[in-house]
């Protein structure tokens, strides 16, 4: 009987932690706000190199995801009306997080995902630099290439965020 106490609570615990973070502001995760974004050049899909630097001038929205992640894929409709929507002042960098390289082409083309793509490779700093600690996590940087806020999980709150910022 304790044995079977002790597996329900886990089990609960467990359960109350997924629910609690499963879309929140990330507003204690650095870099914080305001702080310059930690530059990266990663590899596109074209074998090309993009770095955050190249970006200045518009607002930018890293998306951190992959293939395996379900909320990640469910949010993709909405990001692609978003993109449409600010077009002219934000671009989408999608990052994908470790996934195989045939893996990640056949999903951006499945999805239809108009915007930049990188692969980010499972030893890379970016991880790092980005506190990144779970899928999806977006990051909206703005022109000067500074941080507004980092954003952990798929719910609205985020694109009321992307709207008001991009007013």
């Known amino acids: 009987m304790r044995h079977c106490n002790r597996w329900m609570l886990a089990a609960i615990l467990t359960l109350c932690c997924a629910i609690n973070v499963s879309a929140q502001r990330m507003d204690d995760a650095t870099p914080a706000a305001g702080s310059h974004a930690p530059n990266f050049t990663l590899t596109d899909l074209n074998g090309q190199k993009l770095s955050l630097t190249s970006l200045r001038g518009k607002y930018v929205v890293l998306d951190f995801w992959a293939t ?8 993709f409709p909405k990001m692609k009306k978003y993109y449409e929507k600010h077009r002219d002042k934000l671009e989408i960098v999608g990052m994908n997080c470790s996934d195989p390289v045939d893996e990640w082409k056949e999903a951006v083309d499945e999805y239809d995902l108009p915007w930049p793509q990188v692969n980010v490779p499972k030893d890379s700093k970016v991880y ?11 990051v909206i940087i703005n022109p000067q290439g500074k941080v507004v806020t980092t954003y952990l999980g798929e719910d609205k709150e985020f694109y009321d965020i992307l709207d008001k910022t991009l007013k």
């Not at 395996?68 to 949010?75: A, H, L, N, S, V």
């Open 128 to 138: 790092d630099d980005y506190i990144i600690s779970g899928l999806p996590t977006k």
């Open 68 to 75: 395996w992640c379900g909320w990640c894929i469910k949010g």
